[in-house]
């Protein structure tokens, strides 16, 4: 590397988001909740060449791994991602995002309406479809707006 070029470090432990849709890094970073109160090392890259995007982000968050439902919405706004888990600085684990079925938890849904806004005790359910995620209890449909109803878990 010459002196011109500056590159984020590699981490420790954590976990990389890779290959993210060039412009969601802030996005995913919503998904998972972060907004760097939490204390934890956060790099985001955004915008960078790739062979295959075109554009892409990398999130990396040292010493937190995602859950499924955190890696299914993920993989809704940015559907080539890959998850790298990393420990002692080697990746250990790399998957690819994969589009599921249905979303459970981290989207509310928009129809005040809903039983899922009623205050019960009931965790929210999308049905993923052709053109966004429909609410399994009202019908209501997400399209591009999804990053727009992320809850706050
Ligand atoms: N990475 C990191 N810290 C580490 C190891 C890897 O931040 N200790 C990052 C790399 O910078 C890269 C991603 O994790 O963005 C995946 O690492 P690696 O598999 O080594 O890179 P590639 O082979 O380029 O990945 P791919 O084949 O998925 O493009
Ligand atoms: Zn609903």
Known sequence: M????LRVSKI???????HV?????LNV???????????L???VVMNVPSDRLGLKDVVKVEDRELSQ???????LIAPEATINIIREFDVVEKNRVDRPETVVGLLSCPNRNCITNANEPVETKFDVVDD????TYCGTI??????????PE
Do not use: F, K
């Open 142 to 151: 997400i399209r591009e707006e999804l990053a727009a109803h992320i809850a």
């Open 132 to 135: 966004g995620v429909r609410c």
């Open 21 to 25: 849709s060039g412009g969601q890094a």
């Open 2 to 5: 010459s002196d011109r070029e």
């Open 29 to 39: 970073l919503s998904i998972l909740g972060i907004d760097g109160s939490e204390g």
């Open 41 to 43: 090392g956060v790099s």
């Open 12 to 18: 420790r432990n954590g976990t990389v988001i890779d």
């Open 69 to 75: 439902s955190e890696v299914d919405v993920i993989s």
